[in-house]
């Protein structure tokens, strides 16, 4: 894109995915009006304490681009009690202690192709960081960003799904069980401007990976964030 810095163009497009080096530094959100992240009190918790206490920690949110993940987890954090932790905000402290991890290689990837591209160079990461959030937060909610869970590559699949194997609460957040429903009320929640993210949220939404790694299915379409968590609570174990 003439006029646009490539490295300030690969920070903010990556803040969209989990990847960013800079905008996963910070508390970026991408809400609509719908699951607004703005400060506000969150609603009285309903049910039974004693279950809630119960909870099998972590639990890990996953789920495409605008799908609520950010909101939602802080919402879940303070109904359950515990912390929050989120990949997007610490993957890339992640990927720079990694030693195979090569910032130049990733920057040259984007300048290339832009996000697609620099996404198969960073995908390959992916693994290792899923499988240190859940060992370094243990008793939290983790959030994991959009890209963090999606995998062509059997190979890394099978290792996060292996990772994510031990913990039985892990929810996919979608507006709907139709993926064309789901895209219609993602894309319409969109504010990025580069056209690569819709197309790469469309991939999340169809790819098979977050239906094999979710053990809880949550569907937000005509909710609240106050009556997603509800939901989501009412159904962990």
Same mark, same amino acid.
């Given at each position: ?32 009006? @719908?699951?607004?992240?703005?400060? /506000? ?36 954090? *303070? ?18 202690? @990694? ?5 130049? %290689?990733? /920057? ?6 832009? +996000? ?7 995908? +390959? ?5 899923? *499988? ?14 959009? &890209? ?41 929640? +969109? ?26 299915? %949550?569907?937000?379409? &005509? ?15």
């Amino acid at each position: 894109m003439p006029g646009v810095n490539p490295f300030q163009s690969y920070s903010e497009g990556f803040g969209r995915l989990g990847l960013a080096p800079v905008a996963c530094r910070g508390r970026m959100l991408y809400m609509n009006s @719908d699951h607004s992240a703005s400060s /506000r009190s969150v609603a009285e918790p309903s049910g039974d304490v004693a279950r809630v206490s119960r909870v099998t920690l972590p639990v890990i949110l996953i789920g495409p681009v605008n799908a609520g993940k950010s909101t939602i987890a802080v919402l879940l954090a *303070e109904r359950l009690g515990v912390n929050r932790a989120s990949l997007d905000e610490v993957c890339w402290e992640y990927f720079e202690q @990694d030693a195979g991890y090569d910032e130049a %290689v990733a /920057r040259r990837h984007f300048e290339c192709g832009g +996000q697609t591209r620099a996404l198969e160079y960073v995908l +390959q990461f992916y693994p290792a960081a899923v *499988e240190r959030i859940v060992a370094e937060y243990p008793q939290s909610v983790i959030e994991l960003g959009a &890209g963090h869970s999606v995998y062509d590559d059997p190979n890394q699949l099978e290792r996060v799904k292996e990772i994510l194997s031990l913990y039985p609460n892990v929810v996919l957040l979608l507006p709907s069980p139709d993926p064309d429903e789901s895209l219609d009320i993602l894309n319409a929640r +969109q504010s990025n401007p580069y056209p690569e993210i819709v197309e790469m949220n469309e991939h999340f939404v169809r790819h098979r990976s977050n239906y094999e790694l979710a053990t809880i299915r %949550v569907y937000t379409k &005509g909710k609240t964030p106050d009556e997603t968590c509800e939901d989501i609570v009412s159904r962990l174990t």
